[in-house]
């Protein structure tokens, strides 16, 4: 159990409810434990949907009495309600677990992304390790595919809802002279996230290759937490000039005309860095001082280096077969060139967003059956 207790001061008018954790005491504000009632009249215990208008509550509500039970808090209010508040559900409301893995950042020692079998997946205890570890890390490698196209959209499928795009709902990714991106062209691409234009940007991306019988066209994939921690240890101030200067993206093509303010590092409501809008073939600065657009370019320039750096990079080729799965903006993504003269390559991508993926190992957390089947292999023959 978390480190946290409760307590009153009688010392005031009314009693003070405090609560302290890792050494820090705080009071507890009437007008917010009256808003996480729990009680069957004031919140729908289906769908935890609260029954009251919490707009509707007294702003100097206060509390008249209290106290510390063996299962919790009890409390009345001076709107006349009174509640005992669950020790667990008062940890929960103050510290939400999010329930899913935290990030593991990685360099180039991963080696290779996570690898999770196809013809396991419709398991819930291998679909719960491949989401666990898609969320941890920021990527897995799927195999086993079936080398069809469109298979790419029921892969995506397994992990979340397939997103439209201005490129559809599937893209090939192939040489196609004079296309609408430069991912459709031979040339080696670095690390980006894609589509930084659109809002919000696409989650996570599904590339899967179908052929490539050319020697280039490896695969790339950096992680952005990795390569910020070091930005940030260099060069702080640098650093929070890209979480806080909102970039201007934009893409226009027959069809679109995407324009987009992000900055290009994307921070939690912690602070904790989620992911990088980086694409340098897309990004235009707002007009700044001299002095800041000059710390802005040392800070972004430092950034590509470091997303350049082989330490923090992995590159595998992705055979055919193979699903490349990442979060299109945690770990980003390039690919070296290829010569087009020997012979195919064809991939075919799709996008999915970042929550139906962290839905999914939470459902499947909760389910037994998903930890119930631990006997079945790892890996089929
Ligand atoms: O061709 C590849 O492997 C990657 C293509 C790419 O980066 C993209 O479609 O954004």
Redesign the pocket.
Known sequence: MADIAFSFDRSATSPQLLVTRRGVTEVVPPLWLREHSRDPGQLDLVSDQRLFDPHQLPLDLAFTEGRIDDDGVWVAFSDGHAELFLVDDLIEAIEPDDGCPAPISWRSDLGLPPRHDWRQLDRPVALERALHDLLAYGTIVVHDTPCTEGTVLEVAATFGRVRDTNFGLLFD?RSVPDSNDL?YRPIP?GP?T?NPYRDPVPGIQL?HCLVNETSG?L?TLVDAIAVTDQLRAEDPEGFQLLVEVPVRFHFRDAESAFDSYQPVVIVDHEGSVTGLHYSPRLDHLPLMSPERTIAYHRARRRLGELLADPAFEIRFP?AAGEVAVFSNDRVL???TGFDPAEGHRH?Q?CYIDHDEPRSRYRVLRRTPAATADTDAPEELA
């Open positions: 990714v991912a691409l980006h894609d590339l066209g695969s992705l993504h390039g690919r991939l991508g």
